[in-house]
């Protein structure tokens, strides 16, 4: 009896030692899911955001894995408004308003082309009212031209008058910020010339303006940029890197076939209703982004107009870094 009970001790005394020595059971746990950035851009109707609209249609962010939501803002300081305040990511606005955010320190970067002029294919048009019988840009000599003041419009402006021989005293501009106001005067001819971004300057044509000057000859002036936040950039270079790379793949698909997306131009007004199936959609650039030379031109244009004191660093307002 004495030896059966210490044959169970040694038994039980083995089998505790044994489950001690055991490796532990491991629980299975899911890997932490990372949340996909969303991005908020401030977008104004116009034809530069095209690429964008088709990349979200076409599921484009989401293979990319990035949320991109858009917010429609009615006018440049509204937009820039939204920028400041944080209330939106990025745009679509030109290196002059990159400049003006930069100017004490960097708080927006270019990131990558909108829109460039090409052969064809204005972005931005000189127009003279039908009843001025200006045809030329010598007949624009001394004319008041209706511009927004302190804007790219009003540096392309300058700088197409002049490269087609104009001297500073002869160009003379006038302040009718509003596009609609503009195109009124123009239309009624107590403006007799003003500048339109297209496709608004093809609707002043079908309503008998006449194209004085654009800036397909010029692509350095009339360019666009999509453009970010710093703050932005470094918390989420991923994410900026996947909307590039969205942006890149639409681009190719407006550029294979732009009339698929008719049906864009017209929900998000980006083309007048007039406009809408008559409208050439201007082939839109590949990745890259404004060079030196012409972010010095745009700077000088802004210190000599007052609008800037300091040298804007090129190299802390464009970042190519992300571009496919």
Excluded at 96 to 110: H, I, S, Y
Excluded at 120 to 139: E, K, M, N, V
Excluded at 169 to 194: F, N, Q, Y
Excluded at 258 to 267: G, H, V
Aim: aromatic share 6%; glycine share 6%.
């Amino acid at each position: 009896m004495r030896i059966l009970r210490s044959l169970v001790l040694f038994v039980l005394v083995a089998g505790l030692t044994l489950s001690a020595c055991a490796p532990a059971t491991e629980i299975p746990t899911e890997a932490p899911v990372a949340e996909t950035v969303t991005l908020k851009l401030a977008v104004l109707p116009i034809i530069d955001t095209l690429p964008m609209y088709v990349a979200q249609q076409e599921g484009l962010f989401a293979k990319h894995g990035v949320n991109v939501e858009f917010v429609p803002v009615a006018s440049a300081p509204e937009r820039d408004q939204l920028l400041a305040a944080g209330q939106a990511d990025g745009a679509v606005n030109e290196t002059l308003a990159v400049m003006n955010f930069n100017k004490e320190t960097v708080q927006m970067q270019a990131v990558r082309y909108a829109l460039v002029p090409t052969e064809g294919h204005g972005h931005f048009f000189i127009l003279a009212s039908a009843q001025s019988g200006i045809t030329t840009p010598d007949g624009l000599k001394g004319v008041e031209i209706g511009v927004s003041q302190g804007t790219v419009i009003e540096y392309v402006t300058e700088r197409l008058l002049q490269a087609s021989g104009l001297s500073k005293d002869e160009i003379k501009t006038i302040a009718v910020p509003k596009i609609p106001d503009r195109m009124a005067l123009l239309a009624s001819g107590e403006l007799k010339a003003g500048v339109m971004p297209d496709p608004l300057a093809s609707l002043s044509m079908q309503q008998g303006a006449v194209n004085v000057l654009d800036d397909s000859a010029h692509p350095e002036y009339g360019f666009s940029v999509i453009s970010f936040r710093k703050a932005v950039i470094d918390a989420n270079p991923e994410a900026i890197q996947a909307f590039l790379a969205a942006i890149e793949e639409a681009t190719a698909l407006v550029n294979a076939d732009p009339s698929k997306y008719n049906n864009l131009l017209s929900e998000q007004k980006l083309v007048p209703e007039p406009l809408i199936g008559k409208f050439a959609v201007p082939p839109f650039p590949t990745a890259g982004v404004p060079t030196e030379a012409e972010w010095a031109d745009a700077l000088a244009w802004a210190k000599e107009k007052g609008m800037l004191t300091v040298d804007v660093s090129y190299a802390d307002s464009v970042n190519g870094s992300f571009l496919p």
